[in-house]
């Protein structure tokens, strides 16, 4: 199973981010979200498509349908940027699976 | 205060095998299930194993099956993965990982160990 994003995406502060992550039938699964900043362990910021854990602000949110899920952050500021992972359980295959990740630049 | 704390890396030799350990705090070990996750350097997230909360089920990424060996200890709280035949490939970040909900999402990272491989 294979999960594919962008290798980088470019936005300026206080503009919205999309990034997206996409494979067949991605939306008969769900996908978690992590943040990486350089140097930094990866935090989780979006779980079971849309759900935020705590201490996450509300401009991070999630989509997903039909073949691709949507990492988005709104109003996006300095601190947004880092490396952000998609992940989904492949229940069929008992692996645990990861996006190629994406670069996100605050211009 | 939940915390991970892994230990165990450093510089080897391609060939040699080495066990990373995952002290585990802040909650009930024995509740979670718990992976392996490595990073390349300048790479993204590799998953390569995940152990049930009691043992019983044990997987792996193809890359790494018949090569490493997740385990823990509950009465310890400690997670380990024992890597054997080492190669340059294997050079990277490793961290363990908390396994949480029904979809199996991470939702606590340690800060991870860095293991070298180089001759």
């Known amino acids: 199973y294979v999960l594919t994003q962008p290798p980088s995406v470019s936005v300026a502060p206080g503009k919205t981010a999309r990034i997206t992550c996409g494979e067949n039938n991605v939306a008969d699964k769900s996908v978690h979200w992590y943040q990486q900043k350089p140097g930094q362990a990866p935090v989780l910021v979006i779980y079971y498509d849309s759900d935020r854990p705590s201490g996450i602000p509300d401009r991070f949110s999630g989509l997903n349908s039909g073949s691709t899920a949507t990492l988005i952050i709104y109003r996006v500021e300095a601190g947004d940027e880092a490396d952000y992972f998609c992940q989904v359980w492949d229940k069929n295959g008992d692996s645990w699976v990861f996006g190629g990740g994406t670069k996100l630049t605050v211009l | ?119």
């Open chain 2, 1 to 119: 205060q939940v915390q991970l704390l892994e230990s165990g890396g450093g510089v080897v030799q391609p060939g040699t095998s080495l066990t990373l350990s995952c002290a585990a705090s802040g909650f009930t070990f024995s509740s979670y299930g718990m992976h392996w996750v490595r990073q390349a350097p300048g790479k993204g997230l590799e998953w390569l194993a995940v152990i049930w909360y009691d043992g019983s089920k044990k997987f792996y990424a193809d890359s790494v099956k018949g090569r490493f060996t997740i385990s823990r200890d509950n009465s310890q709280q400690t997670l380990f993965l024992q890597l054997n035949t080492l190669r340059a490939e294997d050079t990277g970040v490793y961290y363990c990982a908390r396994d949480f909900g029904a979809y199996h999402y991470i939702d606590i990272w340690g800060q991870g160990t860095l293991l070298s491989v180089s001759s």
